[in-house]
């Protein structure tokens, strides 16, 4: 199965958290020389490293799937009802190949996986659960990647997409800083293969796993980080999959659904004692909050 480790080495040891969020300077990939991304810019400006700086590299080491020689997009699941998830989006690239996907978390703003590599011109499809359906399609115009990513089985795996224009469609909020709730039901959506090794499906599909405790989470990835969580069923069956990272794990939270975790990574999809591990919303809301000034 995949496994996203790209060996990048942090260059930003400082704790931007909560910094001064700048864009991504947008470099070709034969421009990022190394990790340190001090590149100058064309215009002479200084990268300012904030919200992401050194990611351009991951999108030059990552390898997309030739569509998943993994497990399935949601495995297990069921279609999504039409207008279930209006903040469910869909990540293509000019030439129509979904590879990931995300949520809007504001007007202009997406919420998904760092290690999903999303570049200026790549495409949110928005208001479509069927992607066959044509338009609906918003270029992205930045992005902004946690500074503290390097490589999804690290952690900080989020990114936020800038779209060119505003969507009308209801973001998803986001959990508490202080949500944890092992045991509780989630619902995983996306547009992913559904089985390990098999075929993405054209419509949004969703499933319903539990949030684990992080001792099972650890027990499985001893490497298990704060900003990870993971969900899953112990005897398989379902889970997220190559093309729904990205997306989103909801729960409900007094009644509405708020947005948990963003779907990472995981060992093939939906094998036995083997959860999905999710970038965990409560750990980075403030930078997802910091980072989304312009775009929320
Ligand atoms: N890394 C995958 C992607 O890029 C998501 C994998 C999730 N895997 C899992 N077994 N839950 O689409």
Known sequence: MIRWSLPLTLALGGALLGAQCQSKPVTPP??????????????????????GALVTLAKAARVRPARAPGPQRVVGG???L?????????????????FCGGTLVGPRCVLTA???DVRPGELAVVGREDLRVPGGRVPVTEVRTHELY??????HDVALAVLATPVDLAPMQLVDASWAAPGVLATVVGWGLTSEGGQGSPVLRE??????????????????TPTMMCAGWAAGGVDTCQGDSGGGLF???????????????GWGCAR?????????????????????????
Not at 36 to 41: D, L, R, S, V
Not at 82 to 98: H, K, N
Not at 150 to 155: H, N, Q
């Open 114 to 116: 760092a290690h999903c």
């Open 150 to 155: 390097g490589g999804a089985e690290g952690g």
């Open 207 to 224: 499933a319903q796993i539990p949030v684990l405790a992080d001792s099972v989470c650890r027990a499985a990835f001893p490497e298990f």
């Open 78 to 80: 069921q279609p999504s």
């Open 30 to 51: 034969s421009a990022t020389g190394g990790a340190g991304g001090a590149a100058p810019m064309p215009g002479g400006a200084a990268p300012v490293p904030a919200c």
């Open 251 to 265: 729960v409900r939270v007094d009644g509405q659904w708020q947005q948990a975790g963003v779907t990472s990574w």
């Open 82 to 98: 039409p207008g279930a998830w209006p903040a469910a989006v869909a990540l293509e690239t000019p030439d129509g190949w979904q």
């Open 272 to 296: 036995p004692d083997t959860p999905g591990y999710y970038s965990r919303v409560a750990a980075l809301r403030a930078w997802i909050e910091a980072c989304s000034a312009g775009c929320a």
